[in-house]
């Protein structure tokens, strides 16, 4: 148990759909994290929030709205998806943006159809 | 950019036996961190070993250790008297200045 916890675990949504995938960290920590993993690629890091205030932004289509109300919830919200977004999308955290060893939560398995 | 590189897809290993996985990265910063996680198949990333750049001392973690060249850029890890629990995909990530790049992975097989 790392103490980052993410809803819902799977996600199938179609094209035209709006969802929301939700992170929640019990560990204390003032920055978190989205990244997209995909099937042999690189983990993709698309977020970063750092004390509430969104940090980096690695040129993600608008379609991933990302939203941090506190430092401990942090929620991606989706829609008009493509295909081509299905992937297992984690949540981390960290003591703060710069230095310190990320935590990570078990991820949701996301498929747009 | 900073980039990291880990040149074996797969590895595999015999139970009690030693692995060493590679990583090399690149960069341009005098400070840094680096990291290798696990993601077992249940996907839940952990990390097992943090090296920061200013230390010449390589890190260990009971069975994990690391060889940090800092000159040649490597961060190589070694998993000694492996175990099935060790099965699992490796990754090597490099942070720096909020940056935070990771390698593409290696999946490590052990066989009994």
């Known amino acids: 148990e790392t103490g980052v916890t993410q809803t819902p675990r799977h996600l199938v949504m179609g094209m035209t759909n709006k969802k929301s995938l939700k992170c929640e960290q019990h560990l204390g920590h003032n920055a978190m994290y989205w990244y997209k993993q995909s099937a042999k690629k690189p983990l993709e890091l698309m977020f970063v929030y750092n004390f509430k205030e969104q940090t980096e932004n690695n040129s993600v289509p608008s379609r991933f709205s990302p939203e941090c109300p506190n430092s401990s919830h942090l929620f991606l919200h989706l829609h008009t998806l493509q295909p081509e977004d299905s992937a297992l999308y984690l949540c981390?955290?960290?003591?703060?943006?710069?230095?310190?060893?990320?935590?990570f939560g078990p991820g949701t398995r996301l498929t747009v159809t | 950019a900073q980039t990291v590189t880990q040149s074996q897809p797969e590895m595999s290993v015999q139970e009690a036996e030693t692995v060493t996985l590679s990583c090399t990265y690149d960069?341009?910063?005098?400070?840094?961190?680096l990291f290798w996680y696990k993601q077992p198949p249940s996907r839940q990333m952990i990390l097992v070993i943090r090296q920061e750049a200013y230390k010449q001392q390589n890190a260990t973690e009971n069975r994990f250790s690391v060889n940090f060249q800092k000159a040649a850029k490597s961060f190589s890890l070694k998993i000694s008297d492996s175990q099935l629990g060790d099965a699992a995909m490796y990754f090597c990530?490099?942070?720096?200045?909020?940056?935070?790049?990771f390698g593409a992975g290696t999946r490590l097989t052990v066989k009994p």
């Open positions: 990530a490099y942070r720096s200045r909020g940056y935070m790049r």
């Open positions: 960069t341009s910063e005098s400070d840094y961190y």
């Open positions: 981390a955290s960290s003591q703060d943006a710069h230095t310190y060893e990320q935590y």
